[in-house]
């Protein structure tokens, strides 16, 4: 059975040669002051959204629920799981979307987490 | 299928509104250039090189709407190459530029297009991302929403106009 924990990515903030941010614009960014300002170094995890091809990084202060899709077995980003919510969401994999669009027989319009898939006319 | 670096040095990364064009020369932005080409986004860094205290919203978004007249070519410390050179060329290369010659992308402010925050203090700050195996950023076809990626830097997000060096690794199929 997959793991609900992919692979994560890596991502690396180095103000230790900098003044780094100050605490207004730190929370205007939705970081952490103290994560990144001067002298500091944050090192974080990244995922990407099961259901968009888009990459989010883990807070691992976090103490609210993260967006989970028991279909893919896999945290999905926040707009996912808003968009998840809607009376006319269509699941769907990131994979599945990639693999209709590259097919050719497939457009995407919309946005990523909530994507249009319309066929083409000239593939039927 | 092969890696590729898409590097940009001096460039005064300006600040610009989401959802408003974002200014020529101050952006990288990467396209893909067929309907069925996917393209993954493996790693992103960003070197400030400010000479003052300049915090700098980046963001790894995607384009609302894409550059328009054509990427005007890359110049200066600009560039755009193979990771192996014996790499075969694509037959639809994808499209990256810092401009465009009549209109230039606008970055998503869509609450439902994911984005990647970047943000540093340009004054000496250094920020790297980098995807692990299957957990990459990915474009899928050529036109917004999903066909496009752009690092800019956001004036909504707080962020001030600041000089660096960044490159993007892609790796297009």
Redesign the interface.
Known sequence: MANVL??????????R??????P???R????DPKL?GEGTVFEAA????CH??????KNPLRTRERGHCYKCNGYI?D??E??SKSPDYVHRH?NE??DK????RY?????????ILTR?PSNG | MAKRIFASGNVTFTASAAGSQATGGGYMTVVGSA????TDILEVMIS?KATA?T?A?MY?N?ASTLGTGGAVALAGQNSDGAMNPATAALASPVVVAVDYTTNEAIP?S????????????L???????????????????A?A??GSVILWNSSS??GSSGLADAHIIYES?
């Open positions: 992919k692979p994560e990515g890596y991502l690396f903030v180095d103000h040669a900098s003044p780094g941010m100050s207004d614009v730190a205007n960014m939705g970081l990144v990244t995922q990407r959204c968009c091809p888009s990459v989010f990084i980003c707009a996912c808003i968009a990131v979307v990639i669009v590259s097919s050719g457009a995407m319009s919309g946005s990523t987490s909530l994507p083409t | 309907a069925t080409q996917i400030g205290s915090v919203a790894l995607r998503s869509t609450v439902t297009d994911g984005r990647l925050q970047l943000g540093l203090n004054f000496g700050g250094i920020i790297r991302w980098n995807a692990a195996p299957t957990q990459q950023m990915t474009i899928i076809s036109s929403p999903g997000g707080g199929f």
